[in-house]
């Protein structure tokens, strides 16, 4: 748990901090992920892959900068569907190679590295380098990470919510809009320091939690939220303990050995993604109620299912919000049961 001073800390960064924003000295050069990334000007068409970046450029007020998206987890947030609407979808999940050059841009912002990385999904950052176009990756999947061990990469380290406030500092300096980006890290700072003073005034000596992402196949073992990772820093943070001890970022754990660790909560993802069976939640309630093993899982049999965005669980301004959301849930339960 995080002290009540550091709550106090985080509320206080106000709008003074916010006055000494400097503009972008161009030509700017940022440290990226192992890349030196150099921008002669602030970029006039930008193309995400993911939708952590996408959002967050929506939030710093880019729109009119981005000329394509792909990799949704998620239907985009309310606030900038009107903004969303006018920007092409290259593709749902990965978009080809071939579809990112040809927007012609001059920044992809990528939310993953097994997308654009060495075994880049879409291709490597030297494909696009090589045609003089900067890649970024959100340093929260590339720094203390190895994304070359497991299915989705494995922590060296456990994951550090700064890596969000990074993105958007270095989106504020890559597009000179540093007053913006101030702005909205004070306000997730903000938004972050609430949901722990709420997890404070509730806190069980020994609550537990299963983030069951989604499935390949309802019947074989589900993906999970490994230790270390995104959703693992969300239930620490609010003094929950993950019952899983892989440092795979979402490895697959069988049923029988959940059952065993017998979780107080599940929080399961919702998606609007259909890639797997199991991204659709309603399924994965069906099964939790009907199946043999899990429907005798005390998490289960007490209704203790929290469900959250998918993009919550990811490294993305979505974090905060399921932080909230998780703190709000595990507040509503009788934990005497």
């Known amino acids: 748990m995080l002290l009540p001073r550091f709550v106090a800390l985080v509320v206080g960064l106000g709008v003074g901090a916010l006055a000494h924003a400097a503009p972008t000295q161009y030509p700017l050069t940022i440290e990226n992920c192992g890349s030196t990334l150099t921008f002669a000007q602030a970029p006039a068409r930008a193309v995400t892959i993911g939708q952590a970046g996408t959002e967050m450029l929506f939030a710093l007020g880019l729109a009119d900068k981005m000329v394509g998206t792909s990799l949704w987890f998620n ?28 927007k012609r841009p001059q920044l992809v912002a990528v939310e ?3 997308m654009v990385g060495p075994q880049g999904a879409v291709g490597t950052r030297e494909q696009f380098h090589e045609l003089k176009i900067p890649t970024y990756l959100m340093p929260s999947d590339c720094e203390a990470k190895d994304n070359l061990v497991g299915s989705d990469g494995t922590r060296l380290a456990p994951f550090r919510i700064d890596s969000i406030y990074k993105s958007i500092t270095q989106f504020g300096e890559i597009f000179d809009v540093q007053a913006r980006a101030q702005q909205l890290n004070t306000d997730l700072k903000a938004s972050l320091a609430k949901s722990i003073a709420m997890a404070n005034g509730k806190n069980p000596k020994d609550i537990s939690a299963l983030v069951w992402f989604s499935s390949a196949s309802l019947d074989i073992d589900p993906y999970v939220a490994g230790h270390k990772g995104v959703p693992d820093f969300m239930l620490n943070t609010l003094g929950v303990r993950n019952v899983v001890e892989s440092d795979e970022e979402w490895p697959t754990v069988g049923w029988e050995t959940i059952a065993k660790a017998n979780p107080t909560f599940l929080v399961i993802a919702r998606m609007d993604r259909r890639r797997f069976p199991a991204d659709d939640y309603l399924k994965k309630l069906e099964f939790l109620r009907n199946d043999p093993v899990t429907r005798n899982i005390d998490a289960v049999k007490n209704n203790r299912i929290i469900i959250l965005d998918a993009m919550a669980m990811q490294a993305s301004m979505r974090t905060f919000d399921g932080i909230a959301a998780l703190a709000s849930a595990i507040n509503g339960y009788d934990l005497s049961k």
């Open 75 to 102: 239907d985009v947030l309310v606030q900038y569907k009107a903004q969303n609407d006018n920007i092409e979808r290259l593709a749902d999940n990965e978009p080809s190679f071939e579809s990112v050059i040809a």
């Open 112 to 114: 993953l590295e097994w």
